[in-house]
């Protein structure tokens, strides 16, 4: 079994915040060794970019590659908080973290979102279970963009998935008509959908938090 790896797209001296960006792609017999070179791999480095440029240097976007191929319950959602304590660890400090996922990669980001750290969520053409309805995502502010053509990807499962999670938090559920699995054909609407949700949410949330931070006062404090 091959180890997961962070990949850096960009790191500000002074970031406010953190993306980490989750590929899909299948599981494939014989052989479960994740190449940077597979498509499925290759389809976020745009994606990855296009939010670092929507950053404008405010914030710090790394790439995971998985342990294994398709979805393994013992490696892949581990792969991502793996990734989480590794940014932490990276930046030297406590950030509010984003995650956008692709496949079975967008349903590692929403299963992963547990983590008190990350606060925003972009499930891309997601593999969902309707039983991922049921995680706990208060507090998270959640984006699924479902393609209507998708034939590896459920849209009604994730329709499904969107209705349940929003009795605990907010979740935007957004379709592309005739958008397809590999967001190929109407990449454009994806990748955009997905940088300016997660940077625009993520900035708003490190101000609210510092903003909250100045209200308690120094610790001790009591008015």
Not at 35 to 56: C, D, F, Y
Not at 113 to 137: F, M, Q
Not at 141 to 165: M, N
């Amino acid at each position: 079994m091959s180890r997961a790896r962070l990949i850096r797209t960009r790191r500000p001296h002074k970031a406010q915040a953190a993306v980490i960006v989750l590929h899909g792609g299948g599981g494939r017999r014989g052989n479960m060794m994740v190449r940077p070179t597979q498509l499925s791999v290759l389809r976020m480095i745009p994606i990855a970019w296009r939010i670092a440029l929507r950053g404008r240097g405010k914030v710090a976007v790394f790439r995971l590659l998985n342990s294994s191929r398709g979805w393994d319950v013992q490696h892949t959602p581990v792969d991502a908080h793996w990734a989480i304590a590794e940014v932490r660890e990276q930046l030297g400090r406590e950030l509010p973290i984003g995650l956008v996922g692709h496949s079975l990669g967008g349903r590692a980001a929403l299963l992963a979102a547990t983590d008190p750290s990350v606060t925003t969520v972009v499930a891309l053409n997601p593999y969902l279970y309707a039983s991922d309805g049921h995680t706990d995502l208060s507090g998270t502010d959640v984006l699924i963009v479902h393609g209507t053509a998708d034939r590896v990807a459920s849209p009604q499962v994730a329709g499904r998935v969107a209705e349940l999670l929003r009795s605990r938090t907010a979740v935007t559920l957004t379709w592309v008509e005739g958008g397809k699995h590999a967001m190929l054909s109407q990449y454009r609407r994806f990748d955009a959908a997905a940088a300016e949700f997660v940077i625009s949410h993520l900035l708003a949330s490190r101000i609210t938090s510092s903003s909250a931070r100045r209200a308690d006062g120094p610790s001790g404090y009591q008015g």
